[in-house]
């Protein structure tokens, strides 16, 4: 077989041969992330997550109200079932340095992320108050602040953009990691795998999170992925995969603290696919018929994340008038922020022509 040239460098005297840089060795780099934990949590804890997981409970349901009334226009995907993926992982993040990014089905993230409930429902409503001035609406909102960057309405998208401010996180060296959620259906987009490739060559610090609701848009898992155990979709690139009980948020804030001592061990990025379940249709237009009434009960008898906290609370000596003193609590804060949106104005039109570049070219 013929040699391949080397290329010469130097001009007249190119005598200097460019020497490649040595690939590193990545057939011994086999080494896995320990089981994670469920975590040990006290009663302040477990309030917290309860407190969190309720918030974005009643939010969404409000959510749902007012779109029913026309409040809220395009498409509104709601978080309820799946609360403990975002509380559960949100609350080990370190928010000075950590990013995160997300699909469309993003109101339950903003909130884990302790953004004002206020910006978040005049953004579902359109106003000028809301965290994107009214622009984005329920799936494009965006926080630099927060360092949530998105909420995008294109399936997978978000999974490329993670993997970019990743690099930009090793680049700076700033210890951050960036959290990407993708759900099952964008499992299967190509840009996925372009992305793990990426990521996993550059040991780039990034947990991907699979949100697995089981349907994807209207069909199930089991029937649109020849590879229905969706951990395991990094290990062609080498990235190790847990898969996580994501209706539990102390088993999910476990792999979370696993996770991160991961990356942050400087391991490249690691996958976490979170099984759990969303109790609506895919957006508020769904009438979710390729599904019974009979399953999604069986799954809110059986598996809802925040009655599961609850039994936990009452076991730690939570009372009951203590619980409800909560579930009031968050109703008036719900019901304010739905208050200030209705009363909020609507941006003016000249918006139209700002925030469309970064600057003036």
């Not at 699979?210 to 690139?237: C, H, P, W």
Request: overall charge negative; glycine content about 12%.
């Amino acid at each position: 077989m013929a040699k391949a040239a080397s290329s010469k460098r130097g001009g007249a005297k190119g005598d200097a041969t460019a020497a490649a840089p040595e690939a590193p060795n990545r057939a011994t780099n086999r080494e896995r992330p320990a089981e994670p934990r469920r975590r040990e949590a006290d009663r302040a804890e477990l309030l917290e997550y309860y407190r969190q997981m309720l918030l974005i409970r009643r939010f969404e349901e409000r959510a749902g109200q007012l779109y029913g009334l026309g409040l809220i226009g395009g498409f509104c995907h709601l978080y309820i079932g799946q609360e403990a993926v975002a509380v559960g992982l949100q609350s080990a993040l370190d928010t000075s340095k950590d990013s995160v990014i997300t699909g469309y089905r993003d109101h339950g993230h903003m909130l884990a992320y302790g953004i004002d409930p206020k910006v978040i429902m005049a953004e579902l409503t359109g106003r000028q108050a809301g965290i994107s001035k009214g622009k984005g609406g329920s799936m494009h909102m965006f926080s630099v602040e927060h360092k949530f960057y998105g909420g995008h309405g294109i399936v997978g998208a978000q999974v490329s953009l993670g993997t970019g401010l990743a690099f930009k996180h090793k680049y700076s060296d700033d210890g951050g990691v960036c959290l990407a959620y993708f759900g099952d259906g964008a499992a299967n987009q190509g840009q996925v795998y372009e992305s793990f490739n990426m990521a996993q060559l550059w040991g780039l610090p990034i947990i991907y999170v699979i949100e697995n609701n089981q349907y994807a848009m209207g069909t199930s898992v089991n029937r649109a992925s020849a590879e229905d155990q969706l951990y395991k979709r990094g290990e062609s690139f080498r990235i190790p995969g847990l898969q996580v009980d994501g209706m539990d948020v102390l088993a999910v804030r476990g792999a979370a603290d696993a996770a991160l001592e991961w990356v942050r061990g400087g391991k490249g990025p690691i996958l976490l696919e979170l099984k759990t379940y969303r109790y609506r249709g895919h957006s508020m237009s769904d009438p979710a018929k390729y599904r019974s009434r009979e399953e999604v009960q069986a799954v809110r008898e059986q598996s809802d994340p925040i009655e599961a906290v609850k039994r936990e609370l009452e076991k730690a000596g939570a009372s009951e008038d203590e619980l409800k003193a909560i579930d009031r609590q968050i109703k008036e804060i719900v019901a304010e922020s739905a208050d200030f949106a209705e009363q909020s104005p609507e941006p003016d039109p000249a918006e139209l022509h700002t925030d469309v570049l970064v600057e003036s070219y």
